[in-house]
């Protein structure tokens, strides 16, 4: 039977960009100039982020959505107008979880390491440039997402060593730390960060969206076919 996912709208301070965020699917999520196109933009990434359920074995969920229901709107930041991607947070992200839901939550997010691992794996070094030849090839992309989200792991505690990205197994350590992190702060009742706070659910599809939009960046780019 087919049925509805809530739909969140962030809206930036001056109403230059609108996110659409799908908070029961950490990672989709996706912005522009309306909330009328940024809910059809989220809505045509939906085939895409069913590999991400598949590796997280939730596909026969997710292919039950047809439809959305937004369910909250609320104030972006200003990077919200600038970037189109989510910065701020929701009610529902500072909502208290269970933790059956953090694990469903922890579980998508490890799908999106995996899918964004599989991408990097497959595509082409070289990368489409853009206009006058800008852009930014595989591996640059590869150490820009990991290097962002060493940042974001120190706010539950994590550590990260200055090879933890180099290898399979060391990436692999570091990322059940971060689950491990994650936990011990949702078991503590603590939000994440040093000086400035987020909340669980917000690291989590934060981490998960940006490992995703680069994903799919680096699929776009890819010059192998």
Known sequence: MAKHTRVMLEIGPKGKKIVA?????????????????????LRSYIPRYSQVAKLAEMDAEFSTIKNFDIVEQYPGTGSTDFWGISFAFSNIDKQAMSDETLERELALMQACWRFFDDVRKRVSAEMQKGPRGGGRDRDHIVRHTLSAEQDWAGGVGVQVPDDAMLTDKALKAYRDAYCHGIRDYHSQGKWAGTRAKWPLRFLIRHTAFHTLDHAWEMEDKDLTT
Do not use: S
Request: aromatic share 4%; charged share 40%; glycine share 10%.
């Open 21 to 41: 965020v799908a908070p029961d699917w950490p990672g989709l999520e996706r912005g522009a100039k309306t909330a009328e196109d940024a809910i059809e933009r």
